[in-house]
């Protein structure tokens, strides 16, 4: 099993910065990727970016050249940096974490809100 603690979000203004911190812990060698979702009330939870193992990064496209996603292996977290906010920013934001041969996203976190007003 593994555990995943987001931490990092809040209330911003639009234009402004904030980072978000994924720590994992227990099983951490059993993972092969890992990932920030978000979610608004109401709709779908999407994508906003992904780590493989390997090095891989993708974005969501109405993040990209804003969002920077990073690993530190050492400290088995996960971060996303978030730039140039908007207020369609706004959403609970989840950390992901995919298993070794898993094709899904096996364990997720509680959730941080990121709030950015206009």
């Known amino acids: 099993q593994v555990q995943l603690v987001e931490s990092g979000g809040g209330l911003v203004q639009a234009g402004g910065s904030l980072r978000l911190s994924c720590v994992a812990s227990?099983?951490?060698?059993?993972?092969?990727?890992m990932g920030w979702y978000r979610q608004v009330p109401g709709k779908q939870r999407e994508v906003v970016a992904t780590s493989t193992n390997a090095g891989s990064t993708n974005y969501a496209d109405s993040v990209k050249g804003r969002f920077t996603i990073s690993r530190n292996y050492v400290k088995n977290t996960v971060l996303l940096q978030m730039n140039s906010l908007k207020p369609e920013d706004t959403a609970v934001y989840s950390c992901a974490a995919r298993a070794v041969a898993s094709y899904r996203w096996d364990y997720w976190g509680q959730g941080t809100q990121v709030t950015v007003s206009s």
């Open positions: 227990g099983n951490i060698f059993s993972i092969n990727a």
